[in-house]
């Protein structure tokens, strides 16, 4: 069973720079694939960014490419997602997600963990 922690949301202009933190526990973290995914009120859930098991191989979403990076720490057992040139588009409650299997999904629906999630506010 793995634990996850978001961390590092708030209010933001428009252009501004944020970064989110995900901490684990409760499992070894190097054996799962992690993700971000965001919803906005009324919204789906939907997927923002992955990183493979090592940290080798990021995928982002069409919307967030070249503005968001996506990178992990084994040895600290964390995720971050730095975000810049946010975009009001941008605000949603972001969650951080482990999924065990060694291949990437980008559906929700395959991630096994999740944390409670992190409001990201843009204002424009």
């Known amino acids: 069973q793995v634990q996850l922690v978001e961390s590092g949301g708030g209010l933001v202009q428009a252009g501004d720079s944020l970064r989110l933190s995900c901490a684990a526990s409760g499992g070894t973290f190097s054996r799962y694939q992690l993700g971000w995914f965001r919803q906005a009120p009324g919204k789906e859930r939907e997927f923002v960014a992955a990183i493979s098991r090592s940290g080798g191989t990021a995928y982002y979403a069409g919307s967030v490419e070249g503005r968001f990076t996506i990178s992990r720490d084994n040895a600290k057992n964390t995720v971050d997602l730095r975000m810049n040139s946010l975009k009001p588009e941008d605000t949603a409650v972001y969650y951080c997600?482990?999924?065990?299997?060694?291949?990437?999904?980008?559906?929700?629906?395959?991630?096994?963990?999740w944390g409670q999630g992190t409001q990201v506010t843009v204002s424009s």
């Open positions: 997600a482990a999924d065990r299997s060694q291949v990437f999904r980008r559906s929700s629906a395959y991630y096994d963990y």
